[in-house]
């Protein structure tokens, strides 16, 4: 079973994986510092990727350390009305924001080299992967900033619709339409 596949497992309403960061946040605000390592091992690689894919490319491991840090110090303001995990990349995409509006203050835009992309495949994978992560890099350049991170989220993370909204600062509605929007200019640039 795939991790997007397993957190929706759900039971009572929630899924194991969701109840299961309930146990550990509940923990750590006990005082076992275990705890949050666990929290951070559960969910750090989700957020390298969804940094990578909104555009990060140079300081991936600091922004998901800065999204945790926030995280940790804003606990009491969690809620749980959506998944924590959720929540989460809620707070990686408004660092993100934050910096990128920083760098546009600077003009220090960093060129995207091809070492930077991060790959799930091996070596007997490479030539062909190769090219079809060219191609799909490419066109999520084409997407606007909003469908990226909608098209990441659904297709990279798995997420709801619904879970997407609340990550992205939307409607469900508006989340359907952006990531609709992206598949479409997707598979129109792949055909090309």
Same mark, same amino acid.
């Given at each position: 079973?795939?991790? @997007?596949?397993?957190?929706?497992?759900?039971?009572?309403?929630?899924?194991?994986?969701?109840?299961?960061?309930?146990?550990?946040?509940?923990?750590? +605000?006990?005082?076992?510092?275990? !705890? /949050?390592?666990?929290?951070?091992? =559960? %969910?750090?690689?989700?957020? /390298?990727?969804? @940094?990578?894919?909104?555009?990060?490319?140079?300081?991936?491991?600091?922004?998901?350390?800065?999204?945790?840090?926030?995280?940790? %110090?804003?606990?009491?303001?969690?809620?749980?009305?959506?998944?924590?995990?959720?929540?989460?990349?809620?707070?990686?995409? =408004?660092?993100?924001?934050?910096?990128?509006?920083?760098?546009? =203050?600077?003009?220090?835009?960093?060129?995207?080299?091809?070492?930077? !992309?991060?790959? /799930?495949?091996?070596?007997?994978?490479?030539?062909?992967?190769?090219?079809?992560?060219?191609?799909?890099? !490419? /066109?999520?350049?084409?997407?606007?900033?909003?469908?990226?991170?909608?098209?990441?989220?659904?297709?990279?993370?798995?997420?709801?619709?619904?879970?997407?909204?609340?990550?992205?600062?939307?409607?469900?509605? !508006?989340?359907?339409? %952006?990531? %609709?929007?992206?598949?479409? @200019?997707? +598979?129109?640039?792949?055909?090309?």
């Amino acid at each position: 079973m795939s991790d @997007a596949t397993s957190a929706r497992a759900r039971v009572g309403g929630r899924s194991d994986d969701d109840q299961r960061d309930l146990e550990l946040i509940a923990r750590w +605000k006990a005082g076992d510092e275990r !705890a /949050a390592t666990e929290i951070v091992e =559960r %969910h750090a690689q989700a957020l /390298a990727r969804f @940094a990578v894919s909104s555009g990060e490319r140079s300081e991936v491991d600091e922004l998901v350390q800065d999204t945790f840090v926030r995280a940790f %110090h804003s606990l009491d303001g969690f809620r749980g009305e959506s998944s924590f995990r959720t929540w989460l990349f809620t707070i990686e995409r =408004r660092l993100l924001l934050d910096r990128r509006r920083a760098e546009k =203050r600077r003009r220090d835009r960093t060129e995207i080299q091809e070492d930077d !992309a991060a790959t /799930a495949y091996d070596a007997l994978d490479s030539v062909v992967a190769d090219e079809t992560q060219q191609r799909l890099r !490419a /066109a999520m350049e084409r997407l606007s900033p909003t469908q990226r991170e909608v098209f990441s989220l659904r297709v990279g993370e798995g997420l709801s619709y619904k879970e997407i909204a609340e990550a992205v600062g939307t409607t469900e509605g !508006a989340a359907r339409v %952006h990531y %609709h929007n992206a598949m479409r @200019a997707v +598979k129109e640039f792949l055909d090309e």
